[in-house]
């Protein structure tokens, strides 16, 4: 047998295999996307909104609404069910020349073109300033009342002359409303323009409470039953599942996420049933996974200070680290990778921006009578986050390979 069909053999009894604990469509359902026929403790949010949106289109009125909440709470799964059925009551009443326009906020021009293109309108997608683009919205809700809901809303206050800009036009101008979706509990907060804030109803609310453990259960559960076949996950890992997502702040997508890591084992490596030790093997793989996620966004300077913190942690077996051991450290990592070096004020300024990120802690202890101080550092990102950070970043690689070598020759040691 060629290695080509030994190869299509393996990989024909894993898809085969997996039919054994994986449902067809089984990613569908673990979309954070995907909408439930019937979603779970979200039935009352959902009845808001939609008694909102059709008061918004039968009234004609420019009062905006304003929905908030912590990450994965179900906001935008309610808007979107909340938006079919009052469209469809609305029609069956007889309404007619108005739209609600779902958008997922961007860029400023970006939003601005997609809520164009939404309303009918072509415009270009360069070459337009964000007045003109709302002029032209303007002028196609002269025909037709237009709703628009602007989801993640807290990525406009990137600009915040452009987030006001945005702000006035949809509490201000005539024949248009819009719903606001927001992680943020007080974005009134963010607004200086008093004629905004005269017309911005915040008391128009929905407030998305954090999911508990009993209703994480219940919708991991639902979609579990969607996804796997029965058996396939134990009730202990469930529970363990759903204690840790509520504990963490209820958000259902990270959820969502340990369940899509179940099954691609189980489609890869054919492990079956999920039991509560595998289930807590998968949440530290998530876990590891999106927080050194969350650090590749850094600046190369504050990725070799956090590779040097590994290494002294790993190699010289230390919970906190020197400053100045620290800063020798980096230095030496620079020259490997073929960059100047830095001064210490440049190294204080990023151990500050590392600080204000929460990804080290630091800590000033006395060195004895008459000796002064020094600054530790503490890593408040876990070892193998960093690990992880280090092993996917083509830039690291030879400061990674580095490290390997050192941590190889002490463990030979031992």
Same mark, same amino acid.
């Given at each position: 047998?060629?290695?080509?069909?030994?190869?299509?053999?393996?990989?024909?009894?894993?898809?085969?295999?997996?039919?054994?604990?994986?449902?067809?469509?089984?990613?569908?359902?673990?979309?954070?996307?995907?909408?439930?026929?019937?979603?779970?403790?979200?039935?009352?949010?959902?009845?808001?909104?939609?008694?909102?949106?059709?008061?918004? /289109?039968?009234?004609?009125?420019?009062?905006?609404?304003?929905?908030?909440?912590?990450?994965?709470?179900?906001?935008?799964?309610?808007?979107?069910?909340?938006?079919?059925?009052?469209?469809?009551?609305?029609?069956?009443?007889?309404?007619?020349?108005?739209?609600?326009?779902?958008?997922?906020?961007?860029?400023?021009?970006?939003?601005?073109?997609?809520?164009?293109?939404?309303?009918?309108?072509? /415009?270009?997608?360069?070459?337009?300033? /964000?007045?003109?683009?709302?002029?032209?919205?303007?002028?196609?809700?002269?025909?037709?009342?237009?709703?628009?809901?602007?989801?993640?809303?807290?990525?406009?206050?990137?600009?915040?002359?452009?987030?006001?800009?945005?702000?006035?036009?949809?509490?201000?101008?005539?024949?248009?409303?819009?719903?606001?979706?927001?992680?943020?509990?007080?974005?009134?907060?963010?607004?200086?323009?008093?004629?905004?804030?005269?017309?911005?109803?915040?008391?128009?609310?929905?407030?998305?409470?954090?999911?508990?453990?009993?209703?994480?259960?219940?919708?991991?559960?639902?979609?579990?039953?969607?996804?796997?076949?029965?058996?396939?996950?134990?009730?202990?890992?469930?529970?363990?599942?759903?204690?840790?997502?509520?504990?963490?702040?209820?958000?259902?997508?990270?959820?969502?996420?340990?369940?899509?890591?179940?099954?691609?084992?189980?489609?890869?490596?054919?492990?079956?049933?999920?039991?509560?030790?595998?289930?807590?093997?998968?949440?530290?793989?998530?876990?590891?996974?999106?927080?050194?996620?969350?650090?590749?966004?850094?600046?190369?300077?504050?990725?070799?200070?956090?590779?040097?913190?590994?290494?002294?942690?790993?190699?010289?077996?230390?919970?906190?680290?020197?400053?100045?051991?620290?800063?020798?450290?980096?230095?030496?990592?620079?020259?490997?990778?073929?960059?100047?070096?830095?001064?210490?004020?440049?190294?204080?300024?990023?151990?500050?921006?590392?600080?204000?990120?929460?990804?080290?802690?630091?800590?000033?202890?006395?060195?004895?009578?008459?000796?002064?101080?020094?600054?530790?550092?503490?890593?408040?990102?876990?070892?193998?986050?960093?690990?992880?950070?280090?092993?996917?970043?083509?830039?690291?690689?030879?400061?990674?390979?580095?490290?390997?070598?050192?941590?190889?020759?002490?463990?030979?040691?031992?």
């Amino acid at each position: 047998m060629s290695d080509k069909n030994l190869l299509e053999k393996i990989i024909l009894e894993k898809v085969q295999k997996s039919s054994e604990f994986l449902k067809p469509q089984w990613r569908q359902y673990l979309e954070f996307n995907y909408t439930p026929p019937y979603p779970k403790h979200r039935e009352r949010e959902i009845q808001d909104i939609a008694l909102k949106l059709i008061d918004n /289109v039968k009234y004609r009125s420019t009062r905006n609404i304003l929905i908030h909440g912590p990450p994965g709470s179900g906001k935008t799964m309610s808007f979107k069910i909340a938006h079919d059925i009052a469209f469809s009551i609305l029609k069956n009443l007889g309404e007619k020349d108005f739209q609600i326009i779902y958008v997922k906020s961007g860029k400023p021009i970006q939003t601005a073109v997609e809520i164009c293109m939404k309303s009918g309108v072509e /415009v270009p997608r360069t070459g337009f300033s /964000v007045e003109d683009y709302l002029k032209t919205i303007e002028k196609a809700s002269k025909n037709q009342y237009l709703h628009i809901c602007l989801d993640e809303f807290d990525n406009l206050l990137i600009n915040k002359t452009h987030f006001e800009k945005f702000l006035y036009f949809f509490t201000r101008t005539e024949n248009v409303s819009a719903t606001f979706i927001t992680n943020r509990l007080n974005l009134a907060k963010e607004i200086k323009d008093i004629r905004i804030l005269s017309t911005f109803n915040i008391l128009n609310s929905v407030q998305f409470r954090p999911y508990d453990k009993d209703q994480v259960r219940d919708i991991l559960q639902e979609r579990i039953k969607m996804a796997f076949v029965d058996g396939s996950i134990t009730e202990e890992a469930v529970d363990l599942l759903s204690k840790k997502i509520a504990d963490d702040g209820g958000d259902i997508r990270k959820g969502l996420s340990i369940l899509q890591i179940c099954g691609e084992k189980a489609l890869r490596e054919g492990v079956y049933p999920i039991t509560k030790e595998l289930m807590s093997e998968y949440i530290r793989e998530y876990e590891i996974n999106a927080d050194s996620k969350r650090l590749e966004a850094l600046p190369l300077s504050d990725k070799i200070i956090l590779a040097a913190i590994y290494k002294c942690i790993v190699v010289d077996l230390s919970d906190a680290v020197r400053t100045d051991n620290l800063f020798a450290e980096q230095d030496y990592y620079r020259k490997v990778l073929g960059l100047e070096g830095i001064s210490y004020d440049s190294f204080t300024t990023y151990l500050g921006r590392l600080v204000a990120y929460g990804v080290i802690s630091m800590k000033k202890q006395g060195l004895g009578r008459g000796r002064g101080t020094m600054s530790y550092v503490h890593l408040r990102y876990s070892q193998g986050v960093i690990r992880k950070l280090l092993e996917n970043d083509e830039s690291l690689r030879k400061i990674f390979e580095i490290i390997y070598s050192e941590i190889q020759r002490r463990r030979s040691k031992l």
